[in-house]
């Protein structure tokens, strides 16, 4: 099984909701990202969870916040957001989170804040 | 900082041409180099890494080159078909997790 999941695959939110984001992986990877994708533009990544702690965030506003329960497992808590946090959000994984290492994508949640 | 470029943005071709995108990196000290195809609105699909130590990898129709010392990767697609549009990312791993993303091609195959 080589697949990443995401759920949903679409979500439409209010500024005041909060909502969140689901993905998963069973391939055994020990690292997990979140990338988020404007239109026509390439995915920037937001956080690294490397064996279920933190390892990287690029500076991302305090409304999204990851947590990534078990290995398999990666949320984005959404709280708060504005209409310009609407765009692709992209989850990863890879075997070590070191370099070099393969990453494999899911298919996205498209996210729209009105 | 790592930059990643890719020429050309867009390119339309008709069905059954050979046809090569290209990427250019800034520093060559990397890892891997991979390719990634994006249909409209959907998630990444990787195609092709080339490790650092390698020149080649090669799937199907596709043909992907490295040439570390000179900062620059070709995507080849042989005999393209209408099925291979969409947008091809190419990607690069230095020091760290992190993928370092060009613009992307936009590839349209006429019937």
């Known amino acids: 099984d080589t697949e990443v999941t995401q759920t949903p695959k679409h979500l439409v939110m209010g500024m005041t909701n909060k909502k969140s984001l689901k993905c998963e992986q069973h391939?055994?990877?020990?690292?997990m990202y979140w990338y988020k994708q404007k239109a026509k533009k390439p995915p920037e990544l937001m956080f690294v969870?490397?064996?279920?702690?933190?390892?990287i965030n690029e500076s991302v506003p305090s409304r999204f916040s990851p947590e990534c329960p078990n290995s398999s497992l990666l949320n984005l808590h959404l709280h708060a957001l504005q209409p310009e946090d609407s765009a692709l959000y992209l989850c990863a994984s890879s075997q070590e989170g070191r370099a070099p290492d393969t990453q494999y994508f899911g298919p996205g949640t498209r996210l729209t804040v009105l | 900082k790592q930059e990643v470029t890719q020429i050309p943005a867009a390119l339309s071709v008709p069905e059954g041409e050979n046809l090569v995108l290209n990427c250019s990196f800034t520093d060559s000290a990397i890892y891997n180099l991979q390719w990634f195809r994006q249909d409209p609105g959907k998630g990444l699909t990787s195609l092709l890494l080339i490790q650092s130590s390698q020149r080649e990898q090669t799937s199907g129709r596709l043909n992907a080159s490295l040439d570390k010392s000179s900062g620059r990767s070709t995507l080849y697609i042989a005999a393209s078909q209408p099925g291979d549009s969409a947008t091809y990312l190419c990607a690069v791993q230095g020091g760290s997790e992190k993928l370092v993303f060009g613009k992307g091609t936009k590839l349209t195959v006429n019937p």
């Open positions: 391939m055994g990877h020990r690292a």
């Open positions: 969870y490397s064996y279920e702690k933190l390892s």
